[in-house]
């Protein structure tokens, strides 16, 4: 399972990865690995304004749907519009291609709320 060292996690599998103030968002290597063949990503929130773990979208796979959470509050102001034509790029490259949502963060400090890798792995092995 490949899990990089320079992202913060969330209890609900999402990962974040901090440019700037901006904050990538997907879901991690383990959750797609557990939905299986992702088939359609839904998110209509892109230019809303979210609070920390409200639903922004959910992720639909052969066999389940997830709903997908904040892991910090602010104005998402970027869909990942290849998902839109293909939605396993979630399963091929979570941390990169993968990528689901770009969020304007309105408290960083949040970030300090999230997971390092060690307890993200620490949480799967409980």
């Known amino acids: 399972m490949n899990l990089p060292e320079n992202l913060k996690y969330t209890k609900e599998h999402e990962w974040v990865r901090v440019e700037d103030n901006i904050a990538f968002v997907g879901i991690t290597d383990f959750a797609q690995g557990e939905l299986g063949d992702i088939v359609f990503v839904e998110i209509e929130t892109e230019g809303e304004k ?10 639909e ?3 389940t749907v997830s709903d997908l959470f904040m892991p910090v509050g602010g104005e998402i102001v970027e869909f990942n519009t290849a998902l839109e ?6 399963n091929k490259d979570p941390y990169n291609e993968g990528w689901m949502i770009k969020i304007e963060m309105s408290d960083s400090a949040e970030l300090d709320e999230l997971m ?8 799967l092995e409980a």
Do not use: C, H, Q, R
Not at 53 to 59: D, K, N, W
Not at 85 to 90: F, K, N, R, T
Not at 116 to 123: E, L, Q, T
């Open 85 to 90: 034509d293909s939605p396993e790029l979630i």
């Open 116 to 123: 390092d890798v060690a307890a993200y792995k620490a949480m």
């Open 61 to 63: 796979a052969v066999k």
């Open 50 to 59: 979210l609070e920390k773990a409200e639903t922004f979208g959910t992720v």
